[in-house]
């Protein structure tokens, strides 16, 4: 089954822990990004993939590190979480730039 | 940045109504895409537009991209409870352009 798998689904970490959430397609996809979701704001863009090795930065970077060392795999690290980062994350895959995007399940994560 | 409009921010129905939600935007997009999330889930593509003028259908939903590429239209039909959920459009201006979201409509349905 097609599909993008994010781990864990849900987080509770306290102040300036490090954390990585994992992102992973099966679909061969070249393009692949991060997501927050706020109350009243929708779907905001951290970060993006357009392939191996090549990642830049969406409306809301700051703060966050993505890596994508392979095709399938995108984690996104928080290298000192913040309570402001206390949000839904969702992780999306394309295949390229003009077809539909798949997402992840979301990863609820709560910085205390 | 760009952004996508959407409103109101929630949206009550009656069973078996119809309802029809805009998205309109200040920017030209090239496509527009709409998305339902329901509790709990990620986004799913209900829709996807490609074209100005086109009219795509999806079973009881009904998506316009407008002439003048700056807005969007999703019509339901004869609502059903399983119809609750979160509505996002979203826009791409070119094929080295990010997604852009708006901020979704929550749509509740009353049986």
């Known amino acids: 089954e097609a599909q993008v798998t994010q781990n864990p689904r849900y987080l509770i970490t306290v102040t300036g822990k490090k954390l990585t959430v994992t992102c992973s397609q099966n679909?061969?996809?070249?393009?692949m990004s991060w997501y927050r979701q706020d109350p009243g704001l929708g779907l905001r863009q951290i970060y993006y993939s357009m392939n191996v090795e090549v990642t830049d930065k969406g409306d809301v970077p700051e703060g966050y590190k993505v890596s994508r060392k392979e095709k399938r795999n995108f984690p996104l690290i928080l290298e000192s979480p913040s309570p402001n980062q206390t949000s839904l994350y969702f992780c999306?895959?394309?295949?390229?730039?003009?077809?539909?995007?798949?997402f992840g399940q979301g990863t609820r994560l709560t910085v205390v | 940045g760009q952004q996508l409009n959407q409103s109101p921010q929630s949206m009550f129905i009656q069973e078996g109504e119809d309802v029809s939600m805009n998205c309109t935007s200040s920017?030209?997009?090239?496509?527009w895409l709409w998305y339902k999330q329901d509790p709990g889930e990620g986004p799913v593509l209900l829709i996807a537009?490609?074209?100005?003028?086109e009219l795509t259908s999806n079973g009881r939903l009904t998506a316009q991209f407008g002439i003048t590429r700056k807005d969007s239209f999703l019509n339901i039909s004869a609502s059903i409870p399983s119809d609750v959920g979160i509505y996002f459009c979203a826009g791409q201006r070119g094929a080295n352009s990010k997604l852009t979201f708006g901020k979704g409509i929550t749509l509740s349905v009353r049986p």
């Open positions: 920017s030209i997009f090239n496509t």
């Open positions: 999306a895959s394309k295949k390229d730039l003009n077809t539909e995007a798949f």
């Open positions: 679909m061969n996809h070249e393009y």
């Open positions: 537009l490609y074209k100005a003028g």
